[in-house]
């Protein structure tokens, strides 16, 4: 299958801070990429999807201000948590998609990115 | 609401024991039904999809709209088999905004 690469594995920052994680696609380009939030024994809560060259579309409860998606380019997606508070601390993961016939092709996952704010 | 259950957090099993985990979901159109799998320290990967109608590593899975259920069989488990699965749906053709259950792990001992 596909490969998508997730930077960085694993972040600490103190709180108030902002933190980027970038989600690449490495042998296909991501029409599309997902960013997912998933809390210790909880399931992945789908956050944000986002399409290549136009704004992200977040889901219900997801603060658009709080987490800035952009997706720039066919293999590249970033997540920026801005000013992280203790409470946002999580495991953040992307997929990436392609949409090919008017369908999504499947959904290759990162290995995510754990985020610890202090 | 978009919903699936998966009412089992762990199921553990002996080598060549029969397996089956379960998932119920709830959705008002024609959802398409998936299962994922995440083995120890690897990434989240599809195991099957229902439209497929196939079984890969010795896994199947029926759709019964009547009963909204998508359980996952095998009937003879092995070892390699331990790992975390989630059943997942989405609302459209394709993997767009897949909505996933809590998970379920799987040990296979011995």
């Known amino acids: 299958g596909a490969v998508v690469s997730q930077h960085p594995s694993r972040v600490i920052c103190k709180s108030g801070t902002s933190v980027k994680i970038e989600c690449r696609s490495l042998?296909?380009?991501?029409?599309?990429m997902f960013w997912y939030r998933q809390f210790p024994k909880q399931s992945l809560m789908l956050m944000a999807t986002s399409n290549e060259g136009s704004k992200a579309t977040y889901e219900q409860g997801v603060e658009k201000d709080k987490f800035l998606i952009n997706h720039a380019s066919l293999t590249l997606s970033t997540l920026t948590v801005t000013s992280a508070h203790p409470e946002d601390s999580s495991f953040y993961i992307c997929?990436?998609?392609?949409?090919?016939?008017?369908?999504?092709?499947?959904?290759?996952f990162g290995p995510g990115t754990r985020l610890t704010v202090l | 609401a978009q919903r699936v259950t998966q009412p089992e957090k762990l199921l553990s099993v002996f080598k060549g024991a029969p397996v089956e985990l379960k998932c119920n979901y709830s959705y008002s159109g024609s959802p398409e039904l998936f299962w994922y799998v995440q083995y120890s320290r690897q990434r989240l990967q599809l195991l099957l999809r229902?439209?497929s109608r196939e079984s890969i590593k010795g896994f199947t899975a029926d759709l019964n709209k009547g009963e909204t259920s998508f359980h996952l069989k095998k009937p003879f488990a092995q070892e390699e088999d331990s790992a975390m699965y989630y059943c997942a749906l989405s609302g459209r053709t394709g993997f767009q905004k897949l909505v996933f259950g809590t998970g379920t792990r799987l040990l296979v001992s011995p």
């Open positions: 997929s990436a998609s392609e949409l090919a016939g008017g369908t999504y092709n499947e959904q290759f």
């Open positions: 042998d296909f380009q991501a029409t599309t």
């Open positions: 229902h439209i």
